[in-house]
């Protein structure tokens, strides 16, 4: 069976060693919060997800969702395990307290997310959807649509979509076809079919609450010709009661790879009644709040899928005997070695360590920026923030997947043929993670908003609020007597990005597809460096308080361990991104389509 | 639906233009093999594994095989098509035409098992173990147990396997328990249970031929004390008719991430009757025999279902239509163009393309040096063919399994959510073939074969068969007009390849525990200049042919556009493995086995 337990202490220390916790009291409504409240807070979240959620995630995955006449049954479990869930205010962490959220940093709640996703990918879903529902009602709808829906979607009795693929257009939704026309009582009538709506039908909540992108009569052609709306699935009472039901009908779920205790819809809408969210044909700006939150939740669910996969081959590694340490027999007394002795095996441990811890970090670090966009009083300080937060969230989205499916395919291989059958756990870790690469937008997608958009976005200042802090600490640090070699080593990758980064802005001036042909690569190569910065940052850390309390001295170790494993061994890869991204794109568009 | 066609035209470039088949035909057996008669065989198969076995791949992973007190029937259909799979003779191409086979070359039996891997894997595993019990008997088993069992492994009516792992052992077989009691008759008694056995019981044959691993009572201890065993489900009458049932239970098949259709059994041996195959404790020896087979087509398992891969992304990619090309609507009749204008899915594509021909090549290269070392008449060429083999078999096994499990990985991308549902196909052929990465000892069991026996073999003599025409051919082609800057390009990483075997040879001399450490990532780095000698010489070839007749122009400008975007887009990670190799093993075992 899956192993997971929540990684607290690393979490402590990127909450408070390394990112400095006690650095975001000056955010409005961040002012009472303390290390220790942060701790107990994540304690009581992990006791809850591992005693509730992890036990449903195999047999949820076994079971998957059952689709009845426009019904959906969710698995065994999860109706009583959402309750808990509710009631426990797990889903509303990071929700604003004028309507009835916790107001909890957004680091809080990414860890959370975290460990949800660990433990139960599926599950996460739903209360992840509402969230993102939450956000963009939260941001560009009318005070009576945000005082009617958000108090529900915050106490989660009622639950949340986003509406957008339809079965000719997911990337280009440009082609959308939905359409809305106007009502006398200022309401719309919604027309059209949408698939692979997460969590767009089931029987966790009295009421589902659809944010659907449509057209209306008048738009233009395009992307600029859309708007959004809110589609209860049950038409709400002025007292916020449930009344009629509306025209919203799901008409068969998906059969996928994974996450099969998640329900993935197509859903009608026939003549369904909606309001208008923001302003007319402004629709994707606003479904981008929703998205861009829920990007930085995907990456995180990579992230704690990822974990989930190292924990369990760990356990494995150290639990199974098989062959001989090339050192000589460290067992003697047993038939054979626990496989944690080979090399080999360390290396791809080490590798999901890296990744893993080193994500952790940089979530945590996006997740601080989040609030300081957010909540700073000063708003030098909320520009800063938010430049770097849009230019993190395709990296985080698009690199902590693909490093969380990576670390799911390590851990199958260390369990070798036993990782292959279902029962240990693994391979359903492996599944799932998988569509964390698709959704909310392709990491190709993502590569494209990194070079196409984030990278020339005001002048390359984004950019700047990335790569200045790095500079500085290699300054600082080049010399130092414990991290300095490593420093240096992490410096040639910098140095390696910078140059990437002049040749993709330049010849992507010049020819948009030179900027599309480096895209993954270059997203991969800062990602990789981003990941290097925190690793020297955190290699610090550990050094300077391994000279001080012994008491966690074998963390210190371990992480500085790791900090080297991760310069030495992944790190050198962007050395051949440097060298694929020089080669420019004529080898790529060379072939006429009729060769392929 | 899952696309795929044989690519007879690549099979015939690499066959006749890029290896010549007619250099072959001064082996034993292979005098009258001309390009016509390989090429109409292959037309054949593809016509026959196209039209019987494809379409039974998707219902095959659908309804997986049935287990029912000790039955297991297949999927619907695959009796049927493996009755005429066996009158069609496929399975016997390249047996012995003493034992009924037809002895044509290794490179047709391989590609033949390529099209059968890209159409329908599970299937393939049947009469793949048999073609591997097969082997073993041949090469070990006395002249009574060939005569007796080979003209029906041979011709189909029976069905073989290997019956190695037990529950607690897979790797280290040095470990298995099941025990073998001499009989007065000769024969002797088998008791003991093994899991994960492929094919270990089915209803597609008459008989099932088992190859068991077992201990005599006199045995030393570990793998220096097991004996080869021949287990027939039912004991065969001295004419070959099917006689009593013998002591062999199947208790229950896996449930597993792919190769459902593939029966994956427990198999209890309770005082089961067998023979000896070979001299007592020497059964490794024998088994080798067959593993080594095995592994080279679970290589080319690895290929097939890379290349099913590439042509599903690639259909895929020409029929959605998705956005506009970065350089302009390329379909402005259309509402979008398709995807495939879009450098990020060339790049994907690509890739793929890149992986599949160069695996093509390299696997025809060796399996024609399988041919010179069992058929030559001079001993210094079965010799070097030996040497060759013995050191690409590893690297065919990891590297195409690894290429072949990112090739579906990319197909999956491509199609985006719809590669998520189980509707294209596409999510199957990644369940499918990361089984191969697994099976016949993992990719780092092979790594660990490739830097611990394979390098220092023979005083590295091994090496210098593989080292030597690849610096023969840099010293012809660096200044070629043509294809000289893709050779210099090349030469670099050979260059590196030959500083980290140095590296590796020398460390792992003095401490094994160095060479375990980089075992993996010079496994990699050696398959991914083996594949790129094989692009450098396609380059060649396809630049000559080029300048000849026109017609099939188009092939040997993708051929040399191919070749272009693998050096440089593909082969420079080779500098980046180089540098994880240089680190060594010290970050890797610094940390305590409770830290992890």
């Known amino acids: 069976m899956q192993t997971y337990t929540a990684p607290l202490r690393d979490m402590r220390f990127v909450l408070h060693e390394l990112h400095d916790s006690t650095s975001l009291t000056h955010l409005t409504g961040l002012e009472e919060i303390t290390p220790d409240l942060v701790n107990s807070i994540l304690e009581e979240a992990a006791k809850f997800i591992c005693s509730t959620l992890l036990p449903l995630n195999a047999s949820g995955d076994a079971e998957g969702c059952h689709y009845e006449n426009g019904a959906v049954r969710t698995p065994k479990g999860f109706k009583e395990a959402y309750k808990t869930f509710r009631?426990?205010?797990?889903?509303?962490?990071?929700?604003?307290?004028?309507?009835?959220?916790?107001?909890l940093p957004a680091s809080l709640g990414k860890l959370v997310d975290e460990m949800v996703s660990g433990s139960n990918l599926s599950f996460g879903l739903y209360p992840g959807l509402s969230h993102g529902a939450y956000l963009a009602l939260k941001s560009h709808g009318s005070d009576a649509l945000k005082n009617l829906y958000l108090p529900k979607l915050v106490d989660g009795s009622w639950a949340g979509?986003?509406?957008?693929?339809?079965?000719?257009?997911?990337?280009?939704?440009?082609?959308?076809?939905?359409?809305?026309?106007?009502?006398?009582?200022?309401?719309?009538?919604?027309?059209?079919?949408?698939?692979?709506?997460?969590?767009?039908?089931?029987?966790?909540?009295?009421?589902?609450?659809?944010l659907v992108l449509a057209r209306l009569p008048d738009a233009p052609a395009g992307v600029t010709g859309i708007s959004l709306f809110v589609v209860p699935k049950f038409l709400p009472n002025a007292d916020g009661t449930i009344g009629m039901r509306n025209g919203v009908t799901c008409v068969?779920?998906?059969?996928?790879?994974?996450?099969?205790?998640?329900?993935?819809?197509?859903?009608?809408?026939?003549?369904?009644t909606g309001w208008l969210v923001g302003e007319p044909h402004k629709g994707m700006r606003a479904m981008f709040v929703m998205m861009n939150s829920e990007r930085l939740s995907v990456g995180i669910q990579g992230l704690g899928v990822g974990e989930a996969a190292y924990q369990s081959a760990a356990a494995y590694a150290r639990e199974r005997l098989q062959g001989r340490s090339l050192a000589g027999a460290q067992r003697p007394d047993k038939s054979a070695d626990p496989i944690i002795v080979h090399p080999d095996v360390r290396r791809m441990l080490m590798t999901m360590r890296a990744y893993n811890e080193g994500c952790r970090a940089l979530g945590v670090w996006v997740a601080n920026a989040l609030d300081r966009m957010d909540r700073a009083k000063d708003s030098a300080e909320r520009e800063a923030a938010a430049d770097f937060v849009a230019l993190l969230t395709p990296v985080v989205k698009a690199l902590f997947t693909d490093l969380g499916f990576e670390s799911t395919n390590?851990?199958?291989?260390?369990?070798?043929?036993?990782?292959?059958?279902?029962?240990?756990?693994?391979?359903?870790?492996?599944?799932?993670?998988?569509?964390?690469?698709?959704?909310?937008?392709?990491?190709?997608?993502?590569?494209?908003?990194?070079v196409g958009r984030k990278l020339p976005a005001n002048m390359g200042r984004s950019l700047r609020r990335f790569f200045h802090p790095i500079a500085q600490f290699i300054h600082a640090h080049e010399r130092d007597p414990q991290i300095g070699?490593?420093?240096?080593?992490?410096?040639?990758?910098?140095?390696?990005?910078?140059?990437?980064?002049?040749?993709?802005?330049?010849?992507?001036?010049?020819?948009?597809?030179?900027?599309?042909?480096?895209?993954?690569?270059?997203?991969?190569?800062?990602?990789?460096?981003?990941?290097?910065?925190?690793?020297?940052?955190?290699?610090?850390?550990?050094?300077?308080?391994?000279?001080?309390?012994?008491?966690?001295?074998?963390?210190?170790?371990?992480k500085r361990a790791t900090a080297t494993f991760y310069i030495q061994r992944i790190l050198p890869q962007t050395g051949a991104?440097?060298?694929?991204?020089?080669?420019?794109?004529?080898s790529m568009t060379a072939l006429e389509e009729a060769a392929f």
Not at 87 to 103: I, M, R, V
Not at 529 to 551: E, H, I, N, P, S
Not at 577 to 586: E, N, P, T, V, Y
Request: with cysteine.
């Open 577 to 586: 991104l440097l060298h694929a991204i020089q080669a420019g794109k004529a």
């Open 485 to 558: 070699p490593l420093v240096q080593s992490f410096a040639e990758s910098f140095g390696a990005l910078q140059l990437a980064t002049a040749l993709v802005v330049q010849a992507g001036g010049i020819d948009p597809e030179e900027a599309g042909a480096a895209a993954t690569d270059y997203l991969r190569m800062f990602g990789l460096v981003a990941l290097g910065f925190m690793w020297v940052r955190m290699a610090k850390v550990a050094a300077d308080a391994a000279t001080g309390a012994a008491q966690d001295a074998a963390f210190y170790r371990a």
């Open 252 to 272: 068969g779920i998906e059969h996928k790879l994974g996450i099969k205790a998640s329900a993935t819809c197509q859903i009608n809408f026939d003549a369904a």
């Open 161 to 210: 979509t986003m509406c957008l693929t339809e079965a000719h257009c997911g990337t280009d939704l440009g082609l959308l076809r939905t359409r809305a026309v106007p009502q006398a009582d200022g309401s719309f009538k919604l027309s059209g079919s949408k698939i692979f709506i997460s969590a767009g039908e089931h029987d966790l909540t009295e009421n589902i609450i659809h």
């Open 410 to 450: 390590l851990a199958l291989q260390i369990h070798g043929g036993h990782g292959y059958i279902v029962e240990h756990g693994v391979e359903q870790l492996l599944r799932d993670v998988r569509i964390a690469m698709i959704y909310e937008g392709t990491n190709g997608v993502q590569a494209l908003d990194l």
């Open 87 to 103: 009631e426990g205010g797990w889903g509303a962490l990071n929700a604003d307290p004028a309507y009835g959220g916790q107001g």
